[in-house]
Protein backbone atom coordinates (compact mmCIF):
# COMPACT_ATOMS: atom_id res chain seq x y z
CA UNK A 1 0.00 0.00 0.00
CA UNK A 2 1.19 3.59 -0.95
CA UNK A 3 2.08 5.84 1.78
CA UNK A 4 -0.47 8.43 1.33
CA UNK A 5 -3.34 5.75 1.41
CA UNK A 6 -2.55 5.17 5.24
CA UNK A 7 -2.15 9.03 6.20
CA UNK A 8 -5.06 10.12 8.53
CA UNK A 9 -7.50 12.01 6.71
CA UNK A 10 -7.87 14.74 9.63
CA UNK A 11 -7.06 14.89 13.70
CA UNK A 12 -8.91 15.93 16.53
CA UNK A 13 -6.82 18.10 18.52
CA UNK A 14 -8.14 17.80 22.16
CA UNK A 15 -11.58 17.48 21.27
CA UNK A 16 -11.59 21.36 19.99
CA UNK A 17 -10.18 21.59 17.02
CA UNK A 18 -10.20 20.03 13.66
CA UNK A 19 -7.28 19.55 11.56
CA UNK A 20 -7.77 18.81 8.06
CA UNK A 21 -6.19 19.01 4.57
CA UNK A 22 -9.18 19.65 2.68
CA UNK A 23 -12.64 20.70 4.20
CA UNK A 24 -16.07 19.47 5.13
CA UNK A 25 -19.07 17.49 3.48
CA UNK A 26 -22.59 17.57 3.59
CA UNK A 27 -22.40 13.87 3.99
CA UNK A 28 -20.21 14.13 6.86
CA UNK A 29 -22.76 15.63 10.16
CA UNK A 30 -20.80 13.58 13.26
CA UNK A 31 -17.07 12.37 14.36
CA UNK A 32 -18.53 9.03 13.37
CA UNK A 33 -19.14 9.76 10.11
CA UNK A 34 -15.60 10.22 9.66
CA UNK A 35 -14.38 7.15 11.67
CA UNK A 36 -16.57 4.89 9.33
CA UNK A 37 -14.31 6.03 6.29
CA UNK A 38 -12.01 3.34 5.14
CA UNK A 39 -9.45 5.19 4.79
CA UNK A 40 -6.42 2.44 3.75
CA UNK A 41 -7.38 3.33 -0.09
CA UNK A 42 -6.98 5.44 -2.83
CA UNK A 43 -9.07 8.38 -2.29
CA UNK A 44 -12.18 8.18 -4.91
CA UNK A 45 -13.48 11.32 -6.87
CA UNK A 46 -16.33 12.06 -4.92
CA UNK A 47 -18.13 11.19 -1.43
CA UNK A 48 -16.98 11.83 2.06
CA UNK A 49 -13.21 11.03 1.85
CA UNK A 50 -12.93 12.75 -1.16
CA UNK A 51 -14.33 15.74 0.19
CA UNK A 52 -12.05 15.73 3.75
CA UNK A 53 -8.87 15.92 1.04
CA UNK A 54 -10.18 18.60 -1.62
CA UNK A 55 -13.02 20.66 -0.52
CA UNK A 56 -11.98 24.02 0.03
CA UNK A 57 -14.02 27.20 1.71
CA UNK A 58 -15.82 29.84 -0.79
CA UNK A 59 -12.95 32.39 -2.23
CA UNK A 60 -15.04 35.56 -1.56
CA UNK A 61 -16.98 36.25 1.43
CA UNK A 62 -20.41 36.99 -0.17
CA UNK A 63 -20.32 33.27 -1.18
CA UNK A 64 -18.29 32.13 2.09
CA UNK A 65 -21.81 34.16 3.53
CA UNK A 66 -24.56 33.10 1.69
CA UNK A 67 -23.90 29.46 0.57
CA UNK A 68 -23.53 26.27 2.34
CA UNK A 69 -21.89 23.47 0.01
CA UNK A 70 -21.81 23.79 -4.17
CA UNK A 71 -19.76 21.63 -6.71
CA UNK A 72 -16.41 22.59 -6.93
CA UNK A 73 -16.17 23.08 -11.06
CA UNK A 74 -12.50 24.44 -10.61
CA UNK A 75 -11.17 21.10 -9.11
CA UNK A 76 -13.46 18.82 -11.04
CA UNK A 77 -14.48 17.01 -7.65
CA UNK A 78 -15.65 17.95 -4.61
CA UNK A 79 -17.20 20.92 -2.68
CA UNK A 80 -16.59 24.83 -1.74
CA UNK A 81 -18.44 25.13 1.23
CA UNK A 82 -19.51 28.32 3.29
CA UNK A 83 -20.03 29.89 6.53
CA UNK A 84 -23.56 28.27 7.66
CA UNK A 85 -22.40 24.92 6.88
CA UNK A 86 -19.46 25.47 9.12
CA UNK A 87 -21.16 26.45 11.61
CA UNK A 88 -23.53 23.40 10.97
CA UNK A 89 -20.51 21.19 11.19
CA UNK A 90 -19.26 22.74 14.51
CA UNK A 91 -22.27 22.77 16.05
CA UNK A 92 -23.33 19.12 15.25
CA UNK A 93 -19.58 17.76 16.49
CA UNK A 94 -18.58 20.17 19.19
CA UNK A 95 -15.32 21.71 17.85
CA UNK A 96 -14.42 25.29 18.66
CA UNK A 97 -12.74 25.64 14.87
CA UNK A 98 -11.50 24.10 11.81
CA UNK A 99 -8.19 24.38 10.92
CA UNK A 100 -6.82 24.04 7.21
Known sequence: MKTFDCMPLCVN???KFLGIHGGISP????L?????????REPPFSGPMCDLIWADPFGNEEDFMSKQFEANKVRGCSYF????A???????????SIIR
Open 27 to 30: AITS
Open 13 to 15: IGN
Open 86 to 96: VSRFLDNTGFL
Open 32 to 40: SDIKKIDRF
Open 81 to 84: YGYH
